[in-house]
């Protein structure tokens, strides 16, 4: 697998799954994902999105690795962090609210000031039958 982003000329944003939710996020993984990061040469990059799918949203760790990952990130390219929330089979407004309640203590204890505007938050309703989309994502600020 190749891990250098540097060929994707056109890359606008980086889409990656729950990762800080789904495993603790050690010295050896924020070693590897900052190093992947550095090698985005694309001069359009401009967004992280990480993606929660359906409900039962776990609570970001406690840890603070995954905030300190985000941070050496930010660092070496300057992101726009976006959450975006992928439901299926319930109510989007619902997921919604779920996603602000476990977003909420990050935002109080400030782990996210360092980014250079607030992280948005959107969602989008998935088709469980087919591979689109029942609504296109929407920014929720």
């Avoid at 250098?4 to 799954?17: I, P």
């Avoid at 010295?27 to 990059?45: G, M, R």
């Avoid at 990130?73 to 407004?93: A, T």
Wanted: with cysteine; aromatic share 10%.
């Amino acid at each position: 697998m190749d891990l250098n982003l540097s060929r994707l000329k056109a890359l606008r944003s980086l889409q990656v799954g729950a990762w800080g939710t789904d495993f603790p996020l050690g010295d050896h993984l924020h070693t590897v994902v900052t190093e992947v990061f550095s090698t985005i040469a694309s001069p359009v990059f401009s967004e992280l999105v990480i993606v929660f799918a359906g409900r039962g949203i776990s609570p970001l760790p406690r840890d603070t690795s995954l905030f300190t990952t985000l941070y050496a990130m930010n660092e070496i390219r300057p992101f726009q962090l976006v959450f975006l929330l992928e439901v299926s089979g319930c109510s989007q407004e619902e997921a919604l609210r779920e996603l602000a309640g476990v977003l909420e203590p990050v935002y109080v204890e400030g782990l996210l000031d360092f980014l250079g505007s607030p992280p948005v938050v959107r969602s989008a309703r998935f088709r469980q039958q087919g591979w689109g989309w029942d609504t296109p994502p929407t920014d929720l600020y």
